[in-house]
Structure formats: C-alpha cells, structure tokens
C-alpha cells in the first residue's frame, strides 16, 4: 500500500516537470521573437532589424525597421549597397528618413525590374549598429513627382551677423548635385563671397558666407527655381529669406501685386534699385508679393519665369517707388530677348 502511493506520488512528479519543460519549450521562441516588442532594456542592446522592403519607383527604395533608426551617411551613401541579380552594383546616390523614423528611404540610379539584393549598416538611438540585407524586385514606375522645397533657414526678418550669416535649404528629396542652382543674393558684390555645397545626402544646399565683416543692413537670399531630382524633375519652388545684421535698422514693410493675362504666375521676382539693387522680393502664385526695405525711392521691376528654366519670360517696366506709398502695382508684358533672372540684379 505504501509502494503504491510512493509511485503514484513520483508519477504525478515526473509529469509536473514534464508539463513545465514543455512549457519553458514553448515560450522560449515567442519569448524571443518578441522580446523586441517589449519595453526596452536598460541600456539597449538590440540591433535593429529589417523587416520590409518596398520599391516606390525606379529611384526610390523603402525600408522598414522595427524600431526607429538612423541612417549612416558619413561615406557618402557607402553604408548602403545595392547590387543587381548578376551582382553588378547599382549607384547610391543618397540615404535618407522616411515618413517615420522607422523607415529610411534610398535613393539610386534607375533600376530595372528584376531582383535586386541590399545591404548596409543602420543604427538606433541607443548606438546599436545593425547589418541589414534582403531582395526585392526593381520597379515599374516612373518618378514624375518634383522636388519640393521644405524649409529655408535662418528664417525670413532673423536677426544674424553677417560674419556668421549661412543660409540652408532643405529639399523634400534627393537633388542632382552636379550643377548648382542659380541664386540672387542681394547686395549683389556679396555673392561671390559665398561658398555652396551639399549635405551628404544630398537633401540640403548651404550658403555659407565666408568672409568675416561686421557691416549693416539686410542680406536677401533667393534660390531661384530649376532644381532637379535625381528623375530629371524640376523643382517649381523658390526659397526665400531675408536677415538684419542690425535689430535697430529704419524699414518699411511694401505690398504689391504683379497683373498679366496669362495663366499661372510661375517664378516671380521684384527688384527694388537705386544706384544698385537694394531689396528682391517673390511674387505668389496670386501675383503677391511684399518686402521689407529701408525707407526711400526706388526704382522697381518684376520679372517672371513661367517655365522655370531659369529664364525671363515676362516683364515689367521700370516703375518710380516710395516707401511711403506702402503698396504698388507692376504689369508684366512678354519679353522680346529673354535673360537669366539674376541678370536683372545690378
């Protein structure tokens, strides 16, 4: 009776322990696999993972993490490498965030519609590098989305010193560095002062002014239209800006409206001249504009790029300004001998 109950108790030990042994085999994969979608250690020590990939079109790659990354860009794009089916390897020509801080974007020459393999390197905020690789089939599409501009910096009316003054435009994309896009900077003797060059991934262009002066007044900046993406699109967009080196300067803030008879406005620019060109201001897509000037007369003219190839499509004559009057009005005609724009800063 006691042998009995002595097996009957080891029979009902053994099967505890082999329910919780199947258990812990159970649980430990799900426990891994999601050990990711939990909290956080502290510190961080998991890499980050690709998870999909989608080509947008024949330029543009997808990637998705499964958790926020950043893009490594110091080589250049190096840190990204895509090759084709026969292992040729495809240009990158830039790396950057995508909708959400989960996804990057690549950006290549075009691909054709046949496997493609990439790889790379990513990190995370906690510094930790993931290698990343995957397949994924070239696209169909064609890129015929343009360039947008996303911001401008500093902002329109900053208070800068000019011997610190850098000007910095930001794209909604990847941009064709090979040609650097015409600007007006006002005063005009300023622009060769300046050097330009492009962030590593290719979305921002810095103006840097490299001489060190502690003279007055306001510095404009427009970068004229004719951006092109890495599709051959152009952008439509002007970026604007203007700074004070002294808080204290005496201004005027003018209205305007430029009329024609024609459809859309296109690019539109307002020179404001005395003895020289004093201020520049765009014209909307409604035919608005307004700048901030120092008091006085002026002679003023716009002039229109309907096609934004970078070339007078549309003028005004010459029109005697005061500050005083606040708002004007300027009608264009077309022009008989087009020119660049920034032929008309004097």
């Known amino acids: 009776m ?17 329910e919780m042994a199947v258990m812990l085999m159970l649980t430990f994969p799900m426990t891994v696999s ?13 890499a980050p993972s690709l998870e999909e990939i989608y080509a947008r079109s024949r330029v543009q790659i997808e990637l998705v993490f499964d958790e926020p990354v950043i893009p ?3 080589s250049g794009g190096d840190s990204v490498v895509v090759q084709d089916v026969f292992g040729l ?14 996804r990057l974007l690549v950006w290549t020459e075009p691909l054709e519609p046949v496997r493609h393999r990439i790889s ?19 696209s169909r599409v064609v890129d015929t989305i343009p360039p947008a501009v996303r911001g401008i910096l500093p902002l329109p009316g900053s208070t800068v010193p000019r011997r610190d003054l850098t000007f910095e435009v930001t794209f909604s994309e990847p941009v064709d560095t090979v040609v650097v896009p015409p600007a007006v900077v006002v005063p005009c ?8 060059s492009w962030s590593s991934d290719w979305l921002s262009l810095d103006v840097r002014y490299s001489v060190s002066t502690a003279n007055s007044g306001i510095v404009y900046f427009l970068l004229l239209p004719g951006v092109r993406d890495l599709s051959a699109n152009r952008c439509r967009q002007m ?41 520049i201001a765009p014209v909307r897509s409604d035919g608005s504009f307004a700048a901030k000037v120092r ?40 022009t008989t001998v087009p020119c660049r724009v920034d032929a008309y800063c004097r």
């Not at 006691?2 to 082999?18: D, E, I, N, T, Y």
Request: aromatic share 10%; net charge neutral.
């Open 34 to 46: 999601c050990a990711k979608k939990m909290l956080p250690p502290s510190p961080d020590r998991f």
């Open 72 to 74: 490594l860009t110091e």
């Open 295 to 334: 008091h006085g007369s002026y002679l003023v003219r716009c002039v229109l790029d309907v096609d934004s190839d970078g070339f007078v499509d549309f003028a005004s004559d010459c029109v005697q300004f005061s500050t005083q009057l606040e708002t004007l009005e300027l009608e264009v005609a077309p």
């Open 239 to 279: 970026a604007y800006t203007y700074v004070v080196s002294d808080s204290l300067l005496s201004t005027a803030d003018v209205r305007g409206r430029v009329r024609w008879d024609g459809g859309d406005i296109g690019a539109g620019v307002v020179f404001f001249d005395a003895e020289v060109t004093e201020a």
């Open 189 to 196: 003797l300023l622009d060769t002062l300046f050097r330009r």
């Open 2 to 18: 006691v042998m009995s109950s002595w097996l009957q108790w080891g029979k009902r030990r053994f099967l505890a322990v082999l």
């Open 120 to 138: 790379g390197r990513v990190k995370d905020d906690a510094g930790n590098v993931g290698h990343f690789h995957g397949w994924f089939s070239g």
């Open 89 to 102: 390897s495809r240009k990158v020509r830039g790396v950057s965030s995508g909708r959400r801080r989960e």
